[in-house]
C-alpha cells in the first residue's frame, strides 16, 4: 500500500466530514421555525414591540439571534474545541456529555449484537454452504426470507410481551434504576446483561441470519476455486478444507460487511431502545428530535457519521492486510 | 482453531446473559405502601426541576406538583381559585375593593370606574394564605412573588423568554437591568409611598398590582407562573449567573435538581433518575382536605415508558397502576371484560376542524383557491361534512359532534346554541349544498364531479399519515357534492413549509376556545395575518372589530355576551369547519387504587382523582 494512497483517502474522509458537517448544520435548519414563536405567542395585551424583546431573548438563548454564517463558523470553531455545543434541556448540558453518558449503553446492546450476530451468522452459514441443497441449507433460505417480512421492531415487540410479559423470564423493559445504580460490580453487570437479553436477541436475529447469508454464499463461491479442489485433491481432511483453505478465503467480503456495520452500531438501536425503555444514544436522538434540540440532535448525527466515516477509511485502508492480493493505490 | 475461538465466542456472550437470569420481580407488585406507579409515555425523564425551564414531557406536570401558582383557573366556570392566593379583587383609586354585595367582582362598576380613568391600568389587590410554606421549612410571603414577578420581568437577570411572555400584561418593567415603571407593591416595596395601606400585620401577605386594562392581563400571572423561593435564588442570581443562564454554575445546578418549592408534593432526588420520578407528599401542605391529607397518595412514582404498546401491556400486567398517556380508540377492546382496569372516556376540549385557504397571498391565488372565498361555496362543504359518521367511524364513537361557533357545549356560561347551524337532517343538508354549489358551478364531468374550466374541482387536505383516515372520509363525503378530494402530507414543519405562505388549499386543525385564552387565541385565529393560527387569512371587519371589543371589555358580562355573539360571527364564516371532538381515552387499575375522578379535558391522572383516590384495604 503506497504512502500517497493512505494520504489520499485520509484527505478524502476529512473533505467528507466537512461536508457532512456543513449538511448537518444546515438540514435541520431548514425546518426551524423561529423558536420564540413556538414556545411563545403573544400573551393577552402585548404590544408588538414587547413581543419583539420576547422573540430577541428566546433567539439568544437558542444561538438564533446571529446571522446563519456566523452561527455556522460559531459551531465549526466549538467542533474544533471539540465542543458540540449545549443541549436545550432545562439546564443546558453539554451535547457531548450527554452523548458520553449514552454511548456505553448503546455499545452494549451493539457491540453484543455484532459478537452474537458474528458468530452465529459463520458458523450457521459455514455449515449451510458445507451442506448445501441439505436441510441446514433449505433451514437458512427460509429463515432468511421470513426475516425479510419481520422487521427487527416487530421481533423486539413479541419477544417484549411473551418472554418479557407472559414468561417473564427477561425483563420486558429495562429496569428503571440499572444506569443509576451501576458500579462496576459482578452484581450490576449481571443486572445489566439481564436486561439487555431481549434487545440484544431482537437486534441479533436479523443480524444472525444476515451473516450466514453472506457468509454460506461467499463460502459457495470459494468452494468452486482451484485452489480448494487442489486441496482436496490433495487428500487433506474435510476441516482442514473447510477452515483453513475456504473460510479463511471467504472471509472478505464478511470483514467488509462487519467494517460497514460498524457504522450502524450507535444508530443502529433506535426503536430497539425504544421499546425496551434502555437509555442509550437512539432514545437520545428520539428524544432530541421531539424535543426540537437541533444542538443534541446535530451532534448525534455528527458523530454517527464520524464513525461511519472512520469505519469506511479503516475498511478501505485494510483490505489489502486481509487479502495480499489486493493491492490498492499502487500502480500496475 | 477458528472453530474453537468461535465457539469460545459465542457461548462467552451467552453465559453473561445467562448468568443475569433471576426471577424477575416487579416493585408493584410486592408494594404494600400508599405508592401510586404512573406510568407516562415520552422519550425522557427530566433530571432538572427549575420549573421556569420544564417545558417539555412530563417536566410541566411534575414542576405543576412540587411549585404552585397564586391560583388555578376554572374554565367552566371563569373563576381562579386558591393556592398560594386566598383571594384576590380590583380595586378603585383610594384601594377600595370593587365588589358586589355577596362578595363577587362588580364588573359594571369596574368598566364605569375604569372606563374614565387617566390611568391605562388596573389595580389589582392579592391576599395569600399567611399559612404556606417552602419545602425547607421557611414562610412563603408576598416577597417571594414580587421576587418571581420581578425577576420575571427582568431579562437581565433571567433571560427567560417565558417569563417575560407571562409577565407582560404586569406594568412593571425593565430596561438593562434598571427598573423602569414598578407596577408591583408591597410593605416592603413602595406600597405606602403609592398609597397603597397595608398593615404591617398583613405585609407578608398583601400585594397590589397595575396590570393592563383587559380581563385577561391577570389570567398568565395567576394561573401560569409558578412562584420561585426568593431566599433561594436571589443569592445566585445575578448580571453573570442569570437564571436560564447557559451555563449554570455548580450551585445553581444543584438547585436545579433539588427544588425547593411549595407544592403539594416534595422531590425525592435519591430516588430519581431519567427514567423514574419519585415524589413524595408534602406533610405541611397548607390546603387540607378537612383534617386529612387534600391528597391521599403519600408517595407518586413516574415510570417512563417510550414506546406505547409496551406501557399498555405493562397496565394490563400489574406493572404500574395509571397510564398517563391519552390511548387511542382502537385499544378500547384491550380493556373490555377487565374488572381490574378503569377506562376514563372523558370529553375532548380540543375540536378537529377542516380549515379552508379563503384568503391566500396574491401569489398563491388561482381559480380553485377562489372558490374559497366565495362563503356560499364554503358553506356547500361544510353542510357536506357529516360530523356523526367521523365520530362513529375515525373515532370508534369516542367523541362528539361540535358547534360550528367552534365551542364546547359544557362551557354553558357562553355557549351560544344559536351558533350551531349545521347540525340537521344530512340529506337536507346535501340537497342544499348541492343547489348552492349548482348556482356557483354547474358543470359537472360524467362521474358527477364539478367542473371549472373543463376540469375537475379538486383540493388537497394537509395531513399528518395518522389523520389520512379521517381526510379519506371527507373524500368521500364531499364527493357527494361533486368536490373531489386528496390527502398530502404536511410534513414536520407545515406553518413554514405551507401554512405561513398560503401553499395550501385545505388543512386539518385542532382548535380550542375558552375564556382563558379567547383574548389571545381569537385574535391569532380570526384576525391576524402574519404567522399566526389563522392559517387561510380570513379578513372580516365585523368579526375583527368585534374580537377587538371582546378583548378590551372590563365588564364580564358583557365580555360573555360578546363571546356568544362571536360564535355566530364565526359560524358563519364556514371558515373553520367543524369534523368532530375527541374524547380524551386513559387508563387505570382498580386493584390498589379506588375512586378515579373523571374530567374533561385530562388523562384519568388528574388533580380531582389524586384527591380522592384512595388505597384498596387488603
Avoid at chain 1, 8 to 17: S, V
Avoid at chain 1, 35 to 42: D, I, L
Avoid at chain 2, 231 to 248: G, R, T
Avoid at chain 2, 315 to 335: C, E, P, Q, R, V
Wanted: include cysteine.
Amino acid at each position: 500500500m503506497q504512502r500517497s494512497f493512505v494520504i489520499k483517502r485520509i484527505l478524502y474522509a476529512i473533505f467528507i466530514f466537512f461536508v457532512v458537517l456543513t449538511l448537518n448544520f444546515f438540514i435541520p435548519r431548514l425546518g426551524v421555525n423561529d423558536p420564540a414563536e413556538r414556545y411563545y405567542p403573544p400573551q393577552g395585551n402585548m404590544s408588538e414591540i414587547e413581543y419583539e424583546i420576547i422573540k430577541q431573548v428566546t433567539r439568544e438563548q437558542y444561538g438564533f439571534d446571529v446571522s446563519t454564517f456566523k452561527q455556522y463558523t460559531n459551531y465549526v470553531s466549538g467542533l474544533l474545541r471539540f465542543d458540540l455545543g449545549n443541549s436545550f434541556k432545562a439546564d443546558n448540558p453539554k451535547v457531548s456529555d450527554l452523548i458520553a453518558e449514552r454511548l456505553p449503553w448503546t455499545l452494549v446492546l451493539s457491540v453484543s449484537n455484532l459478537v452474537i450476530s458474528l458468530s452465529i451468522g459463520l458458523i450457521f452459514g459455514t455449515v449451510a454452504a458445507w451442506k448445501r441443497g441439505r436441510w441446514q441449507d433449505s433451514l437458512l433460505l427460509n429463515l432468511s426470507t421470513i426475516s425479510v417480512a419481520l422487521p427487527a421492531f416487530f421481533i423486539a415487540l413479541i419477544l417484549s410481551f411473551y418472554f418479557g410479559f407472559e414468561l417473564e423470564l427477561f425483563p420486558a423493559y429495562t429496569n428503571p434504576n440499572m444506569v443509576s445504580q451501576f458500579d462496576w460490580s459482578l452484581d450490576a453487570i449481571k443486572v445489566v446483561f439481564y436486561n439487555a437479553a431481549l434487545p440484544i436477541i431482537s437486534m441479533s436475529i436479523g443480524g444472525i441470519i444476515g451473516y450466514s447469508q453472506r457468509t454460506r454464499n461467499s463460502v459457495i463461491a470459494v468452494t468452486n476455486e482451484e485452489f480448494v479442489l487442489t486441496a482436496r485433491a490433495k487428500g487433506l481432511s474435510q476441516n482442514k478444507v473447510l477452515f483453513k483453505h475456504t473460510l479463511r478465503n471467504a472471509m472478505l467480503p464478511i470483514v467488509t460487511a462487519v467494517g460497514m456495520s460498524l457504522s450502524g452500531l450507535i444508530g443502529g438501536a433506535v426503536i430497539i431502545e425504544q421499546i425496551f425503555n434502555w437509555n442509550g444514544m437512539g432514545t437520545l436522538f428520539l428524544e432530541a428530535n421531539n424535543t426540537n434540540d437541533y444542538p443534541l440532535m446535530m451532534g448525534i448525527m455528527l458523530f454517527m457519521s464520524t464513525i461511519a466515516i472512520l469505519a469506511n477509511l479503516i475498511v478501505e485502508l485494510t483490505y489489502s492486510l486481509l487479502d495480499p492480493r489486493i493491492t490498492v493505490g499502487e500502480k500496475r | 482453531m477458528v472453530k474453537k475461538l468461535l465457539f469460545l465466542c459465542l457461548m462467552s456472550v451467552l453465559s453473561v446473559l445467562l448468568l443475569g437470569c433471576t426471577v424477575n420481580e416487579y416493585e408493584r407488585r410486592t408494594d404494600e405502601s400508599n405508592t401510586l406507579y404512573l406510568g407516562s409515555v415520552g422519550a425522557s425523564f427530566p433530571t432538572s426541576f427549575m420549573p421556569w425551564l420544564s417545558r417539555d414531557g412530563i417536566a410541566p406536570t411534575v414542576a405543576s406538583m412540587l411549585y404552585n401558582t397564586l391560583f388555578t383557573y376554572d374554565d367552566t366556570t371563569g373563576e381562579f381559585l386558591g393556592l398560594i392566593g386566598k383571594e384576590w379583587y380590583y380595586v378603585d383609586k383610594e384601594g377600595n375593593p370593587i365588589l358586589t354585595q355577596d362578595g363577587k367582582i362588580d364588573y359594571e362598576a369596574l368598566e364605569t370606574i375604569y372606563s374614565g380613568s387617566e390611568n391605562n391600568y388596573l389595580v389589582v389587590k392579592v391576599i395569600i394564605h399567611d399559612d404556606v410554606y417552602w419545602h425547607d421549612g421557611k414562610n412563603l410571603t408576598v416577597e417571594d412573588i414580587y421576587y418571581t414577578f420581578d425577576i420575571g420581568t427582568n431579562n437581565a437577570l433571567s433571560n427567560h423568554a417565558g417569563a417575560l411572555a407571562w409577565t407582560a400584561d404586569l406594568q412593571h418593567t425593565y430596561s438593562n437591568g434598571i427598573l423602569t415603571k414598578q407596577g408591583m407593591f408591597t410593605y416592603e416595596n413602595g406600597a405606602a409611598d403609592k398609597g397603597y395601606e397595608i398593615d404591617e400585620s398583613e405585609k407578608d401577605t398583601v400585594m397590589y398590582l397595575h396590570v393592563n386594562k383587559v380581563l385577561g392581563a391577570i389570567t398568565s400571572l395567576f394561573s401560569t407562573i409558578l412562584i420561585l423561593p426568593k431566599h433561594v435564588w436571589e443569592p445566585i442570581v445575578s448580571f453573570d449567573n442569570q437564571l436560564n443562564s447557559k451555563n449554570p454554575t455548580a450551585e445553581s445546578l444543584s438547585h436545579y435538581q433539588n427544588p425547593i418549592g411549595s407544592g403539594p408534593y416534595k422531590l425525592d432526588a435519591l430516588n430519581s433518575n431519567a427514567q423514574v420520578i419519585t415524589i413524595i407528599r408534602n406533610e405541611d401542605y397548607h390546603l387540607r382536605d378537612d383534617d386529612d391529607f387534600l391528597y391521599k397518595v403519600e408517595r407518586i412514582k413516574f415510570m417512563l415508558f417510550q414506546e406505547q404498546n409496551v406501557a399498555i401491556y405493562a397496565l394490563l400486567k400489574g406493572h404500574i397502576d395509571i397510564l398517563d398517556a391519552t390511548i387511542s380508540s382502537n385499544y378500547l377492546t384491550l380493556f373490555e371484560e377487565r374488572p381490574d382496569i378503569f377506562v376514563s372516556n372523558a370529553s375532548g376540549i380540543f375540536t378537529q376542524t377542516l380549515v379552508l385557504n379563503v384568503n391566500p397571498a396574491t401569489s398563491e391565488k388561482n381559480e380553485l383557491r377562489d372558490l374559497l372565498g366565495i362563503t356560499e361555496f364554503r358553506r356547500a362543504i361544510a353542510l357536506a361534512i357529516n360530523q356523526e359518521e367521523l365520530v362513529d367511524n375515525v373515532l370508534n364513537g369516542a367523541g362528539m359532534t361540535s358547534s360550528a361557533g367552534l365551542l364546547r357545549e359544557s362551557l354553558s356560561d357562553f355557549y351560544n346554541e344559536d351558533a350551531d347551524i349545521l347540525r340537521f337532517d344530512l340529506d337536507q343538508r346535501i340537497i342544499e349544498a348541492n343547489q348552492l354549489l349548482d348556482q356557483i358551478i354547474p358543470d359537472k364531468d360524467p362521474q358527477g364531479y364539478r367542473l371549472l374550466s373543463k376540469n375537475r374541482i379538486k383540493y388537497s387536505i394537509l395531513g399528518t399519515p395518522g389523520e389520512q383516515e379521517v381526510i379519506s372520509r371527507l373524500q368521500v363525503q364531499l364527493q357527494k357534492i361533486g368536490i373531489e378530494i386528496e390527502y398530502k402530507a404536511k410534513g414536520s414543519s407545515p406553518e413554514r413549509t405551507f401554512l405561513y405562505n398560503s401553499k395550501f388549499d385545505m388543512t386539518l386543525q385542532g382548535v380550542i376556545f375558552s375564556l382563558s385564552n379567547a383574548d389571545i387565541m381569537y385574535r391569532a385565529h380570526f384576525v391576524t395575518l402574519s404567522q399566526s393560527s389563522n392559517y387561510g387569512r380570513l379578513t372580516d371587519s365585523v368579526l375583527s372589530s368585534k374580537i377587538n371589543e371582546m378583548r378590551l371589555s372590563l365588564n364580564l358580562n358583557y365580555k360573555y355576551q360578546l363571546l356568544q355573539e362571536l360564535q355566530e360571527l364565526i359560524a358563519y364564516q364556514y371558515y373553520k369547519i367543524p369534523l368532530y371532538t375527541s374524547n380524551i381515552i386513559s387508563v387505570a387499575r382498580t386493584d390498589r387504587y379506588e375512586g378515579y375522578i373523571v374530567v374533561e379535558g385530562s388523562t384519568i391522572f388528574n388533580g380531582d382523582s389524586l384527591k380522592n383516590i384512595r388505597r384498596v384495604e387488603g
